[in-house]
């Protein structure tokens, strides 16, 4: 009866495995990278290149796939392949290229620490660039500010 229930164990911790790994329905999940900004009125059309006057100074807005930058008076929204997991913390950022232009497969260094090391291996990451485009951070102000119209109704005045 010992070897049974030894055996049967094995087993049963493979099945609760098997289950926790079973897939969900698709519409369950949350859209990721640009996909999240599809209605969204500041996202712009998608560019191919971002040159820097010297480096990264000006981002914001991270998450694990996505972040914006600003050169000069534009703005832009950045995805990487995948997930970048140090994007979230990102103290620095850098252009992982020899030029100061940004484009579609070129990598960003970003590190977590205002001052990287190289024997901090875990401070920096290197993240691959999927696809930019133009961000209007003023757009969605817009769209949502108070009315600045009329006061009047816009029903027809009635007839009297």
Request: proline letters at 5%.
């Amino acid at each position: 009866m010992e070897i049974s229930m030894r055996l049967n164990l094995p087993l049963a911790a493979a099945m609760i495995a098997l289950a926790g790994c079973a897939t969900t329905d698709g519409s369950d999940r949350k859209p990721t990278g640009i996909a999240k900004y599809a209605d969204d009125p500041r996202l712009g059309e998608e560019v191919d290149r971002i040159c820097f006057a010297s480096n990264i100074d000006s981002f914001g807005d991270n998450t694990r796939d996505t972040f914006t930058v600003r050169e000069g008076r534009d703005h832009y929204l950045i995805e990487v392949f995948g997930t970048c997991t140090s994007l979230n913390h990102a103290v620095t950022m850098a252009i992982g290229s020899s030029t100061n232009c940004l484009t579609n497969g070129d990598s960003i260094i970003v590190s977590d620490s205002l001052m990287p090391r190289r024997d901090q291996t875990f401070s920096t990451t290197r993240c691959l660039v999927k696809s930019m485009h133009k961000w209007d951070p003023k757009a969605e102000e817009a769209e949502e500010g108070p009315d600045t119209g009329s006061t009047e109704s816009d029903m027809p005045p009635e007839d009297s």
